[in-house]
Each structure stands twice: as C-alpha cells, then as structure tokens.
C-alpha cells in the first residue's frame, strides 16, 4: 500500500480529478451548449441526424483491402493499412474512420493500444458508396502487433463520439 501512494500519488489525486473534470468535460460542454445548443433548429437538425444514424448504422460494412500478415519491419518504422468503408445510408462526413493497433504480448494481452484516425483518399470505383481510408501505423518497438478498423460517429454537437454507444468494428462475414 506505502509502494501504490508513494508511485502514484502524483498522478492520481482527488485535485487532478477535478481539473480533468473540468478542462476535459465540463468547460467543453459548457462551451458546445452555448454555441449550438441554444439554437432550437440546431438542436433539431442535431436530434434527427442522431436519428437517422440509429435508424442506418448496422448497414455499414468494412472491408480490409491489404492483407499484412506476418511481415518484418525494423521498430521506429510504420506501416501503411488500408480499409474500404460502405456507407449505403449515411453521408461519410457523418462518421470517422480509425485504425485501433497495439502490440500483442506473447501471453496474447494487447498492450500499448493506439487509436488514430484514418484519411479519406477516394470513392472506390464500381461500388456506390464506398470509400476507401488509409492510415499509417509507427511501430515504436520490436515485437507482434495487431491491428483492426472502427468506424465512429462524427458530427460537430458531439462532445465524444463514443457518447452513442455506436461503434462499427470490421467483421469477417
């Protein structure tokens, strides 16, 4: 117990939490609620895009398109992934495309996870709605790592995208 206070007493303190609270929750808040929330065809429109997300959200597909399995890179280098994002219902301003990595440990924990997001580079051709993403991963050391791709909401009223408890993970259909 002495070890746990004097190695974490710094970082961990009621103090630390009520700043946190306020630079990372309440200020945002205060500050989203005063520029848009205030304006009733704002909070409207911002009502039916939530809406029409939750209506279309489980017609999202993502598909990977390179395949890195088992290739050797030296750490401080990067990889480049790519993924194409279906959208049949949902404008692609309206969500944010991530590759979510970490480091896989031998006893298959994932450490160090890493989420960042991807860059649109171009509408796939032949298939209506689709998009492809691309992101580069840095590999900060040696070893295994993983990698996957989420699609999240995005919309400039959203404090967290998380918030909506909508998450769209590739699958392997």
């Known amino acids: 117990m002495k070890h746990s206070i004097i190695s974490t007493g710094g970082k961990y303190s009621t103090s630390r939490m009520v700043v946190d609270y306020v630079d990372k929750l309440y200020m945002p808040l205060i500050n989203l609620t005063n520029q848009y929330f205030t304006n009733l065809e704002e909070v409207t429109s911002y009502h039916a895009w939530k809406e029409e997300l939750f209506?279309?959200?489980?017609?999202?597909?993502?598909?990977?398109?390179?395949?890195?399995?088992?290739?050797?890179?030296?750490?401080?280098?990067?990889?480049?992934?790519?993924?194409?994002?279906?959208?049949?219902?949902?404008?692609?301003?309206?969500?944010?495309?991530?590759?979510?990595?970490?480091?896989?440990?031998?006893?298959g924990v994932v450490k160090s996870m890493q989420i960042i997001?991807?860059?649109f580079q171009e509408e796939v051709e032949g298939k209506a709605n689709t998009y492809l993403y691309k992101a580069k991963i840095e590999l900060t050391t040696g070893g295994n790592y993983g990698y996957t791709f989420r699609v999240m909401p995005r919309h400039k009223m959203l404090l967290d995208s998380a918030n909506l408890d909508l998450v769209k993970w590739i699958t392997n259909e």
């Open 117 to 119: 997001p991807m860059q």
């Open 55 to 107: 209506n279309n959200w489980n017609d999202i597909k993502i598909y990977q398109t390179s395949n890195l399995e088992n290739i050797t890179l030296d750490a401080g280098n990067h990889i480049e992934v790519s993924c194409a994002v279906e959208l049949p219902n949902i404008d692609r301003n309206n969500i944010e495309v991530e590759a979510y990595y970490g480091k896989i440990l031998d006893n």
